[in-house]
């Protein structure tokens, strides 16, 4: 099974912190994304690479920046977290390979707070 | 602009009562289709999906959906449904060329009432 692992279930962070969100998976995908999710809005793509040291703006990236060092490791970053940033963020990876046909694979999601 | 719209917000219904949530796309291009499920403290999963040839297509927990591509329509079906679906459902489109983000709709939260 492929298995897509975010460092933390829950965070809690101050307004203005640096805050980091760890995204790892095992099955040697080549692309991987970051998505935030809200109540009513569904879930809107913030960034993604589709391979190491790439990456891509998506719908929302303002606020936020990436990092895909490793391929099996993708960070969002939020270089001074606010208060509209408290969100559900969930990462996800998918394979490039002739057979995967695009289908992505989630990871359980980080709740963030920021007071 | 792409986009992926879902027609409810909130469902109710009883135990056995059929279900049909309504999703509808907007993407210029052939594409894949999707339905994810989270289920209340879960991370989200793969329901179904589409990507060619018969255009209903099965998943799990008895789920089905039928492409209708002159409609634009993935709508997504159960002929009964049970207290254990209770989720929330999320259509989703992405192209065929590999890597492509998903586009998500808004969800549709269902609540199944024993």
């Known amino acids: 099974d492929v298995k897509v692992t975010q460092s933390s279930r829950y965070l809690v962070k101050r307004t203005g912190e640096k805050v980091f969100l760890e995204c790892v998976q095992d099955?040697?995908?080549?692309?991987m994304f970051w998505y935030r999710q809200d109540p009513g809005l569904g879930l809107r793509l913030i960034y993604f690479s589709y391979d190491v040291k790439m990456k891509e703006k998506g719908d929302i990236p303002e606020g936020y920046s990436v990092s895909r060092e490793k391929k099996e490791r993708f960070s969002l970053i939020l270089e001074s977290a606010s208060t509209n940033q408290t969100s559900m963020y969930l990462c996800?990876?998918?394979?490039?390979?002739?057979?995967?046909?695009?289908?992505?694979?989630f990871g359980a999601g980080t709740r963030l707070s920021v007071l | 602009a792409q986009s992926v719209s879902q027609h409810n917000h909130h469902v109710i219904l009883s135990e056995a009562a059929s279900l049909e949530l309504g999703c509808n796309y907007s993407y210029g291009g052939t594409v894949n289709l999707f339905w994810y499920v989270q289920y209340p403290g879960q991370h989200l999963q793969l329901l179904l999906k589409?990507?060619?040839?018969?255009?209903l297509v099965k998943g799990i927990k008895g789920f089905e959906a039928e492409f209708i591509k002159s409609k634009f329509s993935f709508n997504l079906r159960k002929p009964s449904v049970q207290w254990s679906d209770t989720a929330e459902y999320f259509c989703?489109?992405?192209?065929?060329?590999?890597?492509?983000?998903?586009?998500f709709g808004k969800g549709t939260t269902l609540s199944v009432s024993s």
């Open positions: 589409y990507f060619s040839g018969d255009p």
């Open positions: 996800a990876s998918s394979s490039s390979g002739a057979g995967a046909k695009n289908i992505q694979y």
């Open positions: 099955m040697d995908h080549e692309n």
């Open positions: 989703a489109v992405n192209a065929k060329q590999a890597g492509t983000a998903l586009i």
